[in-house]
């Protein structure tokens, strides 16, 4: 994977994420989870070193809101479908 990002329409304020990978995952004033390192625009390319954490961050995400993928999202998190 190289980028990634938060549906916040569907994200359901787990708090796992963050949890899971805080140092890619963090959290609104509502307490859904963004992309901190590109504003959640899911444009900027992961760190190696998070990949795998992102991983189990997007499999551990209830709501399946958060998404993966080797192209830029340019912050549309349905991008790919
Ligand atoms: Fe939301 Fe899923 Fe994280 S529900 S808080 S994006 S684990």
Same mark, same amino acid.
């Given at each position: 994977?190289? @980028? +990634?990002? /938060?549906?916040?329409? +569907?994200?359901?304020?787990? &708090? %796992?994420?963050g949890l899971t990978c =805080? &140092?890619?995952?963090?959290?609104?004033?509502?307490?859904?989870? @963004?992309? +901190?390192?590109?504003? #959640?625009?899911? #444009?900027?390319? /992961? =760190?190696?070193?998070?990949?795998?954490? /992102?991983?189990? %961050? @997007?499999? &551990?995400?209830?709501? #399946?809101?958060?998404?993966? %993928?080797?192209? =830029? $999202? #340019? &912050?549309?998190?349905?991008? $790919?479908?």
């Open positions: 994977i190289k @980028y +990634t990002i /938060v549906d916040k329409e +569907t994200c359901i304020a787990c &708090g %796992a994420c =805080p &140092g890619i995952f963090d959290y609104d004033d509502e307490g859904l989870a @963004y992309v +901190t390192i590109d504003h #959640n625009s899911g #444009n900027k390319e /992961v =760190p190696e070193s998070q990949e795998d954490d /992102v991983l189990d %961050a @997007y499999e &551990g995400c209830p709501s #399946n809101s958060i998404k993966i %993928a080797e192209e =830029p $999202f #340019n &912050g549309n998190p349905l991008k $790919f479908g």
